[in-house]
């Protein structure tokens, strides 16, 4: 280990995002797995084929796509064995972010498990939404480390309080899990099973759509009542500091919701066709994603300009050197603003 170079926090940082990236497009490439009916082109696991690691018949285009599906898992793999030994060599070294690199390896080793006992089970619904929610966990925490990686070390300073921050820190993500278990619902419920001939959940479609619809504009709903507290406790106001900062992402979250819920609403009137559910599982992975870095942009580290570098530079240079290191004041009644970097 010792014969590996040191790396620079910033070079750190740009390792956590890779990875972030990696575990986004293995959730993507599964996808395309069950939708184009190849969840079983590889029978066996860890084999693909009895005595084979790889499809002896060229030709089997299932079996090729299943296949090209568990290289990738392999290359991911290798993605977050980097986050790993990369936190040992960065400088100056952090347990926390230690400790969240490992966290990814014990995830990934979760779901390899977990996708064979898919294949083994042929492609049981639990399974499979359980799969997917697995992988919905390791980007939450690849969007934590990715955030740590940023920010300094030391104990956190809470920038919401009272109602807003049990609104934004647990509602919001509770009302977001809703939606997504929901959603995994109506997926082992409709079609695009991954093969075939594997059984689905019996419920009526149209009931589970309606039951998934509902929690997704109630999602939303909470969304605009996080920008309005927002607004009303003078977060999106001055500039510069964490409300600006906070304001934003929760834009940037109401605006993928809303695609989400748009693409949904066209997949489920147009009977689902494939390239739709696709774009809509990506955009499940980039909802959940903005709901965890809007919940983690409520808790300050350190100073405004991070010494390593690895803030924004341009809210850095707004603030200017002199600012304090955490200039609390109470703007409203749940907000409190702090000069910081993102």
């Not at 696991?45 to 299943?66: A, Q, W």
């Not at 009302?175 to 009526?204: L, Y």
């Not at 500039?239 to 600006?244: E, F, N, Y």
């Not at 940037?252 to 739709?276: F, I, K, S």
Request: hydrophobic share 50%; glycine share 12%.
């Amino acid at each position: 280990m010792s014969r590996l170079p040191l790396i620079s926090p910033a070079a750190y940082r740009r390792i956590t995002f890779i990875a972030l990236l990696a575990l986004g497009f293995i959730i993507v490439t599964g996808g395309a797995v069950r939708l184009t009916g190849s969840g079983l082109g590889c029978p066996e696991f860890p084999n693909c084929e009895p005595g084979s690691l790889v499809p002896t018949d060229p030709t089997d285009t299932h079996g090729m796509i299943e296949f090209v599906n568990r290289t990738i898992t392999g290359l991911v793999s290798a993605t977050v064995v980097l986050a790993v030994l990369g936190s040992l060599r960065r400088n100056p070294r952090r347990r926390d972010l230690t400790w969240l690199s490992l966290g990814l390896v014990a995830g990934v080793v979760g779901q390899i498990a977990l996708g064979g006992l898919t294949v083994i089970f042929e492609l049981s619904p639990p399974l499979v939404m359980g799969h997917f929610l697995l992988s919905l966990v390791l980007i939450a925490n690849a969007v934590v480390l990715h955030h740590r990686a940023g920010a300094h070390d030391g104990p956190g300073i809470a920038l919401l309080r009272g109602a807003t921050a049990t609104l934004v820190r647990r509602v919001l993500p509770l009302a977001a899990a809703v939606a997504v278990v929901s959603g995994t619902v109506v997926t082992g419920t409709g079609p695009h099973g991954g093969d075939a001939d594997v059984r689905r959940f019996g419920f009526d479609i149209d009931d589970v759509a309606r039951v998934h619809s509902l929690s997704v504009i109630a999602f939303i709903a909470l969304v605009l009542v996080v920008l309005t507290r927002f607004g009303d406790g003078g977060a999106a106001g001055g500039g510069r500091g964490v409300g600006t900062v906070l304001t934003r992402r929760a834009q940037e979250l109401l605006a993928v919701a809303v695609a989400q819920a748009a693409v949904g609403y066209a997949q489920y009137l147009t009977d689902v066709p494939v390239v739709l559910v696709g774009i809509h599982i990506l955009g499940a992975t980039l909802v959940w994603a903005a709901v965890v870095r809007l919940v983690v942009a409520t808790t300050a580290r350190g100073a405004n300009a991070p010494p390593d570098g690895t803030g924004d530079p341009a809210e850095a240079r707004a603030a200017g050197p002199d600012a304090p290191p955490v200039g609390r004041g109470a703007v409203g009644d749940d907000v409190v603003l702090v000069n910081r970097s993102t």
